[in-house]
Nanobody, 122 residues
Framework: QVQLVESGGGLVQAGGSLRLSCAAS????????MAWFRQAPGKEREFVAA????????FYADSVKGRFTASRDNAKNTLYLQMNSLKPEDTAVYYC???????????????WGQGTQVTVSS
């Protein structure tokens, strides 16, 4: 089983960019599909992006499509989320998660990081 630690969050102005990282420790990172979810204050956690085990396929929520890009480096055991053209509504705690197959369903992910805060000011 992997352990996940997110980093890269912070405060950015609308229209700016951030890159989140999710470092995985443990074995077999490449055996897991990975995803990003986010949770805004007072809202349920929602799917953002997912990527298959060897990065052959990516999936995005409509709200971030064309602005966010998920990628992974299996040699470095790291998942990334490049976020461009950020909007105030992107403000949330961002979590990375691992699953056996890519999915948009939170319940399919059995390992989670602690989250990193992203705040977008208007």
């Amino acid at each position: 089983q992997v352990q996940l630690v997110e980093s890269g969050g912070g405060l950015v102005q609308a229209g700016g960019s951030l890159r989140l990282s999710c470092a995985a420790s443990g074995r077999f990172f490449s055996a897991y599909a990975m995803a990003w979810f986010r949770q805004a204050p007072g809202k349920e956690r929602e799917f953002v992006a997912a990527i298959s085990k060897i990065a052959g396929s990516t999936f995005y929520a409509d709200s971030v499509k064309g602005r966010f890009t998920a990628s992974r480096d299996n040699a470095k055991n790291t998942l990334y989320l490049q976020m461009n053209s950020l909007k105030p509504e992107d403000t949330a705690v961002y979590y990375c998660a691992a699953a056996f197959s890519p999915s948009i369903r939170e319940s399919d992910y059995n390992t989670w990081g602690q989250g990193t805060q992203v705040t977008v000011s208007s």
